[in-house]
């Protein structure tokens, strides 16, 4: 999954009215035709994207943290797996999926969509991490 996630490495969100036509596949091949805009929280989307093009299983949802119900908890994430990470509260709905890469003592490092409105590498407190997740074939 990594590897073909890594071919959107740079694209991004198109300010104003104009949209990404590549963001708004993404929405589309999974299923989500209702998406008419670019700025619609996309990091889910973009793994399930991700994980449909390489014949994982994936969430049929939008939200980061319908990730935490698809595929196996692991304490040993390995390069691609998908990491889980909290945002605003961690009782909130809200949060974030990626693509694990690496960590340090503080930092996870992720490949992922809709970090800064594009796909890039980014590293997330380990203080906001939910759960790191292996995914079957299906």
């Given at each position: 999954?990594?590897?073909?996630?890594?071919?959107?490495?740079?694209?991004?969100?198109?300010?104003?009215?104009?949209?990404?036509?590549?963001?708004?596949?993404?929405?589309?091949?999974?299923?989500?035709?209702?998406?008419?805009?670019?700025?619609?929280?996309?990091?889910a989307a973009f793994?399930?994207?991700?994980?449909?093009?390489?014949?994982?299983?994936?969430?049929?949802?939008?939200?980061?943290?319908?990730?935490?119900?698809?595929?196996?908890?692991?304490?040993?994430?390995?390069?691609?797996?998908?990491?889980?990470?909290?945002?605003?509260?961690?009782?909130?709905?809200?949060?974030?999926?990626?693509?694990?890469?690496?960590?340090?003592?503080?930092y996870i490092y992720?490949?992922?969509?809709?970090?800064?409105?594009?796909?890039?590498?980014?590293?997330?407190?380990?203080?906001?991490?939910?759960?790191?997740?292996?995914?079957?074939?299906?």
């Open positions: 999954m990594f590897l073909r996630a890594s071919e959107f490495y740079g694209l991004k969100e198109i300010p104003g009215e104009e949209n990404n036509p590549q963001i708004l596949q993404f929405f589309k091949d999974i299923g989500k035709n209702w998406v008419q805009a670019d700025e619609t929280a996309w990091c793994i399930s994207w991700i994980a449909l093009e390489c014949g994982c299983e994936r969430s049929g949802q939008l939200t980061a943290r319908s990730w935490l119900n698809i595929g196996m908890k692991t304490s040993k994430p390995q390069l691609g797996n998908i990491v889980v990470f909290w945002r605003e509260s961690i009782n909130s709905w809200k949060g974030h999926v990626g693509l694990y890469i690496n960590e340090d003592e503080k992720c490949l992922g969509g809709n970090q800064n409105n594009q796909v890039n590498i980014k590293p997330y407190s380990k203080k906001q991490l939910l759960e790191y997740r292996t995914l079957d074939y299906v």
